[in-house]
DNA sequence: TTGTACGCGTTATCAG
DNA sequence: CTGATAACGCGTACAA
């Protein structure tokens, strides 16, 4: 907690000029002599060199920010666990802000990149409003956004393909002989919320199901809303044979409430999440689960931040990860899990299944087929291979 | 993107001095005159205060980090979710670093200290070595550690009280009866590793059992190791009616395990965990656990946090957060939840029992028991309330 | 009340 | 190869 020593005192201490304890301390060409006396006399004195000011000079602070809705949520735990490799051999330390998807600090959040505290910002909002894409617009420093922004943002953007993903679930579900699959959402308000409560009517009427109001509960993301909305539907609703959730902690949810009311998975009621946390691998039994390509989707955001700092002026990209799903005993019966089904394989029309490169992303021919306009480039992501768990635990 | 206007800038548009506009942005006394022209000029520019030239003046960032060995423990949520909002209330900004238990990652944080880049760091080591002991004492910033320390380090200290936890589970099981309880352990060269095994060891000496290294499993704190450790511990050792596990993560781990092996828990096995995390209330069957009260842990850093910004000079202090054994039905049959046992309540000699005086700390008599010799003054932890979850969830 | 000038700790430029 | 010196953007004595 000692006043720190600067490069003044060092260049006191060595006899030389601040200049040249500068120059040492950066590595730069000097007489040996000079390095020598300069290293010792910045060891004597426990120097640490203070970044802040070297900030201003520098423009730069080799930070970078990722900021998520909610800490607590595996999906952002998956994300983090790739971008901070990625950022980490660029030279970069990941600070992580934890919002709770409260706008006004996302705005905060976005607002701090002004004050020049790192270089550049990941962020996965839940709700984007017109004060974030203003804010964006004007920001100092380069954001990616995770999650999907209206069409034309000039923004770097990763987006997950949560209505093919619902889809790949209603099939897989329809395939299975279920036809009264009931729907547990989370806020209509938010992107992903909105997104899938319009897939999922979307992929009823491609097989000829109706769309009944009377077993789609509205809730939040979270187990103990997802076990509160299952219990509602369930209570209203005779005979419904599935159940399809917008993301793993409603589907866990749901568990909970099925096993206390006997009901037997996936025999009476077939459930499946989204995600594919890990929470659904884990859990009992465990889940089928449209993967939304986190880790992915992480990974792309750190390349496309990195790409972007080391190029101001490209223009804006576009990555879409496709979503996987992956068949486990809520749905399957007796805890055999089957191979993972790619939107490709499981769409009728088979539309030209990816060829994986694997850690790189593959770029398609021209812009993305829904931002034409923008001339932005647009890739598709390819899968990762997970990130090991670090060592150690808890305290 | 724009190269950012300075309050050079502003000081033209508006046809004042760099001061006037300082003054202004500091709410500093000024004509009313001035203050318009210089905030209009401002707002028409988009003008952001650059953070990093003001610390550089001010030496201060109002901004403090939280450095967790693992994002991916539910422990550490707990702990961010009561460390945010105290931090937030004083005006600070928290910071978040998942250093994966990687000791230089951990040094790197605490040498980042140095940097200023943050006012002050509470940190969560898993093994805390020399490096780390003589990195703090030389920190340039305050650093509050939650984990134990050597006894004598002059630093504030949060402590889990984990030997009295391990004895409060081994009672309950005795209790009920049990008396092959096995041990599924962290590694031993962690902090809490070593704590809880000699705490084990201690327990059943008390409870007149024998330690029988047959029993015992060492692995890591993660739920999948936790599973293998608990496989290896069934393939090997026959008769065994409990098992103490180091934390959740791990028992679920070992819950996972008995259901495949068909074993039934409580009637078998009895299960205890360690934390009482979100997911042990959430497993099935829900988890005996017994809380080392992560969140007053957190809370208490916070609030040692920022005491110490307030007062640079004052003692360090050690807080004790006493734990608590969380009875559910991996140990108490049929789901029922029973009241939550204390460690007053529950040792034979009655220690006291405390009286919780909601959301502040208790003050002891006097130095800490086993601090005597340092002089620092000890206090107590007393519950907090739960913190609410978020609204929102997941992209 | 307002403006000038200096310092915070570094890096970078330019003579020597 | 080295040493003075000018920025970087802001806060603030001190002078006007």
């Given amino acids: 907690m000692a006043e720190g020593p600067t490069i003044n005192t060092i260049a006191e201490r060595a006899g030389v000029s601040i200049a040249s304890v500068s120059r040492v301390l950066n590595g730069l060409p000097t007489r040996q002599e000079t390095v020598r006396k300069v290293l010792a006399a910045a060891e004597e004195l426990g120097y640490v060199r203070n970044a802040v000011a070297r900030s201003l ?9 990722f900021a998520m809705a909610d800490i607590g949520n595996p999906v952002y735990l998956a994300m983090v666990r790739q971008i901070q490799p990625v950022l980490k051999a660029a030279g970069y330390r990941l600070v992580l802000h934890s919002t709770d998807a409260i706008v006004a600090d ?13 270089d550049g910002l990941i962020m996965s909002p839940l709700r984007v409003t017109d004060e974030h894409l ?30 093919t993903g619902v889809r ?12 009264r699959i009931g729907f547990l959402n989370g806020p209509l308000d938010t992107v992903p919320g909105a997104a899938r409560a319009a897939a999922y009517r979307e992929a009823l009427k491609e097989r000829g199901l109706p769309y009944d109001e009377g077993i789609v509960e509205v809730g939040d993301f979270y187990r103990a809303e997802g076990a509160r909305a ?7 609703a005779a005979g419904v044979d599935a159940l399809m959730c ?7 949810g749901a568990l909970d409430v099925l096993r206390a009311a006997g009901l037997r998975v996936p025999e009476d009621v077939a459930v499946v999440g989204m995600d594919d946390t890990d929470l659904a691998a884990a859990s009992w039994p465990s889940l089928t689960s449209v993967s939304l390509g986190s880790a992915e989707r992480g990974k792309a955001a750190a390349e496309l931040l990195l790409d972007r700092l080391n190029d101001m002026d490209r223009e804006p990209r576009l990555v879409t990860v496709p979503p996987v ?12 899990e089957r191979r993972p089904v790619s939107a490709g394989q499981a769409l009728s029309a088979g539309g030209e299944a990816s060829t994986p490169r694997a850690g790189s992303l593959r ?31 808890t305290p």
């Fill in 57 to 65: 000079k520098s423009r730069r602070t080799n930070q970078v920010a």
């Fill in 106 to 118: 996302e705005i905060d959040v976005l607002h701090s990149l002004g004050e020049r505290y790192v």
């Fill in 134 to 163: 203003k804010t964006i617009a004007t920001a100092r420093a380069p954001v990616v956004i995770i999650g999907s922004v209206p069409d034309g943002t000039r923004v770097d953007n990763v987006r997950a393909d949560s209505r």
């Fill in 168 to 179: 790949l679930a209603i099939d897989h579900l329809h395939g299975l002989g279920r036809r």
């Fill in 230 to 236: 299952a219990r509602a539907l369930l209570d209203r």
């Fill in 246 to 252: 917008a993301n793993d902690l409603i589907a866990l």
């Fill in 325 to 336: 799903l992956v068949v486990r005993a809520s749905t399957a019966g007796e805890g055999a």
């Fill in 363 to 393: 770029r398609t021919t021209g812009p993305g087929p829904d931002r034409e306009s923008t001339g932005e480039a647009a890739v598709t992501a390819v899968p990762v291979q997970a990130a090991p768990q670090p060592k150690g635990g």
